[in-house]
């Protein structure tokens, strides 16, 4: 029996099928109020997750993403972790948004929180706050919720956003990255095949990840090549490992060999490379932090003090 008449899942379910969406949503909330109140969490998990999934349904957006995030705020102050079952009913709620329905992407930041490589580079995430940030093992977000979020995101076009949490998912996110990146290549002119692969392959390397940066570039030169069959390819074999040149793409043939600068962790390699490739990513214009911030983490290479004109003025002037 209920502990609040009339209150159960199966009597909003009435209201919406009847069409009373703001009721359905209030009675809601203050039933699962209560029940969070009382720490009955089963109790207030099953009736927010039916309720928003019944709203999602019926196209009511806003009322249903209220409640999937009260949902996300119980698990929160229930300190309930990222298991399969609690992933499960956000990600079934996920799916039922519309794509335009602005309450989606607040639901994404609270069940995994904002995904920037700044936080990253920086040594801190900002993610604290969000349910599988605060209450899992990753700090940066639950990886599968990453990858399930950004697969969304690249389905639909939206590359900056999926680019964002592709980077941090799973296994099996390079290869919705690849396929992505190289989906918007083919509507740029052919020379452009660099900038698009290295959108996979530094995020990969600014968070640690040189396995799904080598693999991300593996998928993207398989596509070019299948692609393109009258592109020269010649492969460059060693003791150390095998490599694919592009004559006629150099910044492509640069990732390829930083990747292995990368693997030998040699900062003179990394330093040759810059140096012999220097015309070429000065061309591009927007490598040069991203590249500081490699030489950092795999070579040690201190990034340069940041100049302050007054104390340098005054410096000299004192000796």
């Known amino acids: 029996m209920s502990l609040f008449p009339c209150s159960n899942s199966s009597s909003q379910a009435t209201r919406i099928t009847e069409g009373q969406y703001y009721e359905a949503q209030q009675q809601t909330r203050v039933v699962a109020a209560r029940y969070t109140k009382s720490k009955t969490w089963d109790a207030a998990i099953d009736i927010l997750f039916s309720v928003s999934q019944s709203l999602l349904k019926a196209g009511q957006g806003g009322s249903g993403g209220d409640l999937g995030l009260f949902l996300i705020d119980v698990y929160r102050q229930a300190e309930l972790k990222p298991d399969a079952g609690n992933k499960g009913k956000l990600l079934v ?26 936080e990253r580079v920086s040594g801190s995430w900002a993610n604290s706050s969000r349910w599988s940030s605060k209450c899992g093992e990753y700090p940066a977000g639950e990886p599968e919720l990453h990858h399930v979020v950004g697969s969304l995101y690249a389905e639909e076009h939206d ?150 004109p007054l104390l340098d003025m005054m410096g000299s002037m004192f000796g």
Do not use: C
């Open 159 to 308: 590359a900056y956003d999926a680019e964002r949490h592709l980077t941090l998912g799973t296994k099996d996110s390079p290869d919705v990255f690849a396929k992505l990146e190289y989906e918007w290549y083919a509507q740029d002119d052919s020379h452009t095949a660099a900038l698009y692969a290295a959108r996979a392959v530094f995020p990969y390397l600014l968070v640690g990840n040189v396995r799904d940066a080598r693999k991300s570039l593996r998928l993207f030169t398989s596509r070019l090549t299948e692609a393109n069959a009258g592109l020269t390819v010649q492969d460059v074999s060693s003791n150390v490992s095998d490599i694919k040149i592009y004559p006629s793409l150099p910044l492509l043939n640069f990732l390829g060999l930083l990747l292995l600068a990368v693997q030998k962790g040699s900062a003179d390699l990394f330093r040759q490379l810059k140096n012999n490739y220097a015309v070429h990513i000065k061309d591009v214009g927007m490598w040069d932090e991203v590249l500081t911030s490699v030489g950092e983490m795999y070579f040690g290479i201190q990034r340069p003090r940041q100049g302050n």
């Open 93 to 118: 709620l996920l799916r039922l948004f519309d794509a335009e329905e602005p309450t989606r992407k607040t639901f994404i930041g609270e069940m995994i929180g904002y995904a920037y490589l700044i």
